[in-house]
């Protein structure tokens, strides 16, 4: 049931972002002081230390896979193969071999799968499994959060607040709210409730 709520807070198209408003009926959340919020991660495929990055997937394996293996594999082994893969991926710039402490290169296919996956466990604790957002729409649209709040402005400062203390990891987030917003190529707007 969690994965399901993982896969449907994820969109990468802007058509499969307008689906997800409409199929998760969005506009039943919109009130008139319905607050439009958008939040875009600008260091989302470098945020992550290599070691939060094993951690955090390690924490999803375990708690979506009930600590089972995955075709024979164990969590452990998966963590050390991560862990290979990140220490061990090299470039080359003016002749000087260099590896990465944070995030990947941007030539990798596994790059934006990790980042998902990593920032999952944020989404999940702040948003997801928050008693004060359980009223609310999210959905992750790259590396951009959009969101719905029907609370109070003060609780939403609080809320934000708390979101950039929550991590260890230093999230660099451009914060964006009101009746209407843009999301990438999308113009939302709350018109009293519609």
């Not at 972002?17 to 919109?30: A, N, V």
């Not at 002081?33 to 992550?48: D, E, P, W």
């Not at 893969?85 to 296919?109: A, R, S, V």
Request: proline share 2%.
């Amino acid at each position: 049931m969690e994965s399901n709520t993982l896969k449907q807070s994820v969109v990468n198209q802007d058509f499969d972002f307008i689906q997800c408003l409409h199929h998760h009926q969005c506009s039943s959340k919109l009130k008139p002081t319905t607050l439009l919020v958008r939040i875009k991660i600008r260091n989302f495929f470098s945020l992550f230390k290599h070691q939060s990055v094993v951690d955090r997937i390690g924490y999803l394996l375990a708690k979506h896979c009930q600590n089972q293996p995955i075709n024979h594999i164990s969590i452990v082994t998966i963590e050390r193969l991560l862990e290979l893969y990140l220490k061990y991926t090299l470039f080359i710039f003016e002749d000087y071999i260099y590896t990465f402490n944070h995030g990947m290169p941007n030539e990798t296919c596994f790059r934006t799968l990790l980042s998902n996956l990593c920032l999952y466990y944020w989404k999940t604790k702040k948003f997801q499994d928050n008693q004060q957002f359980q009223n609310e729409f999210l959905l992750q649209y790259n590396d951009e959060l959009f969101f719905t709040w029907n609370q109070s402005k003060e609780n939403f400062h609080i809320f934000l607040l708390e979101l950039k203390e929550f991590s260890d990891d230093d999230i660099d987030m451009d914060i964006e709210y009101g009746q209407q917003i843009n999301i990438q190529n999308i113009h939302l707007e709350n018109r009293h409730g519609q």
